[in-house]
């Protein structure tokens, strides 16, 4: 049986990354006015700004009813959080080590914007990075986003890569 040290230890950087999230959005909110860009890095290719987004990735539900809201962008997500929780904690061996790790990061995301969308629910989500695009995929711009998107994002890229690699190798095993 694993120890309770070593099974927890994943939450580490979930607590970590929330905070991270969650001062990096408390400096933005103090020092750049909402609607405004404060920085341009590498010309016009990186802007730190201040801009709030009420819906979810790419502005999807942002118009939708307050109850659709709650459903998608609170109920669901927080759904999904105990679910990563209870796999990491209780079915130690769904997942590898490394997986339970990329686990808890996608969850320190996900909380830094769970706790946005329920502290800041009628003023939305903190948002300040936007990337240039120059017409890619149709848009000037990538969508503004923060620190608790890229974790999302990064963590779900670790963990694909890492399912991958294991069914190649209980391939090559013969499993």
């Not at 801009?51 to 979810?56: A, C, I, K, P, Q």
């Not at 118009?63 to 990563?84: C, E, K, Y």
Request: aromatic fraction near 10%.
């Amino acid at each position: 049986m694993e120890s309770k040290l070593k099974r927890y230890s994943p939450f580490l950087l979930t607590i970590a990354l929330v905070i991270l999230d969650q001062i990096s959005k408390a400096i933005v909110i103090r020092s750049i006015p909402l609607g405004t860009i404060k920085t341009r890095l590498f010309g016009d290719f990186i802007w730190i700004v201040h801009v709030r987004n009420t819906g979810m990735a790419f502005s999807l539900a942002a118009d939708s009813p307050i109850a659709l809201r709650v459903l998608i962008l609170i109920l669901v997500p927080t759904a999904l959080m105990v679910a990563i929780a209870y796999a990491i904690i209780k079915k130690p061996s769904m997942l590898t080590p490394c997986q339970r790790w990329f686990a808890a990061g996608i969850m320190g995301g996900g909380i830094g914007t769970l706790i946005d969308r329920v502290f800041r629910f009628d003023e939305g989500v903190v948002d300040f990075v936007s990337i240039k695009l120059y017409g890619f995929l149709g848009m000037d711009r990538w969508p503004t986003f923060n620190v608790s998107d890229s974790c999302v994002v990064v963590f779900v890229i670790l963990m694909m890569l890492s399912m991958l690699i294991s069914m190649v190798k209980e391939r090559k095993e013969g499993k």
